[in-house]
T-cell receptor, first 114, second 111 residues
Framework: DTAVSQTPKYLVTQMGNDKSIKCEQN?????MYWYKQDSKKFLKIMFS???????INETVPNRFSPKSPDKAHLNLHINSLELGDSAVYFC?????????????FGNGTRLTVT | SQQGEEDPQALSIQEGENATMNCSYK?????LQWYRQNSGRGLVHLIL?????REKHSGRLRVTLDTSKKSSSLLITASRAADTASYFC???????????FGKGTKLTVNP
């Protein structure tokens, strides 16, 4: 019954590894996002997709690559992980942004790079 | 760059008291939203106030918006221990612009 679900909840890995985080929403929303929350709780957008098309791509290293196989899924693949990638990554979804549709967030994936 | 700035950064009150959190922003907005984040969880949308609105209520929540001062406040009345969480404001310029979050206010309600 979870509206926005992301897996895994925790991810511990070593520097240099490649990892993926998956996200799925069953709300019928057209737009999905990835946000990164650092240790000081600052939440910053990374990517936004609308109907499988990339619409927002913030200044994020090329090691981060989102993939949207369909409008209900938005996965995040990270290559060559670095210590600074440690953070909580949140997936979110909304209706089209026009009109100020609120975001619905998943419960986050805590990534720890050692 | 960051748009919203909440203050205080942390607030500790007793159950039953009111909690007020403020948010200031820099550029014109279409609407402003408040979210709550419980520890270890995702953000939950609380309330949205449009740029042409001055005040909005939802249960024990009251949000005000002053576009001339570029500021908003969130008031939680008769607080409960369950209100303990971090509260974030987020500004929306409209269209396909991204929603930009502040750093949040950590609220602790002591029973």
């Amino acid at each position: 019954d979870t509206a926005v679900s992301q897996t895994p909840k925790y991810l511990v890995t070593q520097m240099g590894n490649d990892k993926s985080i998956k996200c799925e929403q069953n709300l019928g929303h057209d737009t999905m996002y990835w946000y990164k929350q650092d240790s000081k709780k600052f939440l910053k957008i990374m990517f936004s997709y609308n109907n499988k098309e990339l619409i927002i791509n913030e200044t994020v290293p090329n090691r981060f690559s989102p993939k949207s196989p369909d409008k209900a899924h938005l996965n995040l693949h990270i290559n060559s992980l670095e210590l600074g990638d440690s953070a909580v990554y949140f997936c979110a979804s909304s209706h089209p942004r026009e009109g100020g549709s609120p975001l619905h967030f998943g419960n986050g994936t805590r990534l720890t790079v050692t | 760059s960051q748009q919203g700035e909440e203050d205080p950064q942390a607030l500790s009150i007793q159950e039953g008291e009111n909690a007020t959190m403020n948010c200031s922003y820099k550029t014109s907005i279409n609407n402003l939203q408040w979210y709550r984040q419980n520890s270890g969880r995702g953000l939950v949308h609380l309330i949205l106030i449009r740029s042409n609105e001055r005040e909005k209520h939802s249960g024990r929540l009251r949000v005000t918006l002053d576009t001339s001062k570029k500021s908003s406040s969130l008031l939680i009345t008769a607080s409960r221990a369950a209100d303990t969480a971090s509260y974030f404001c987020a500004t929306d310029k409209g269209g396909s612009e991204k929603l930009v979050f502040g750093k949040g206010t950590k609220l602790t309600v002591n029973p």
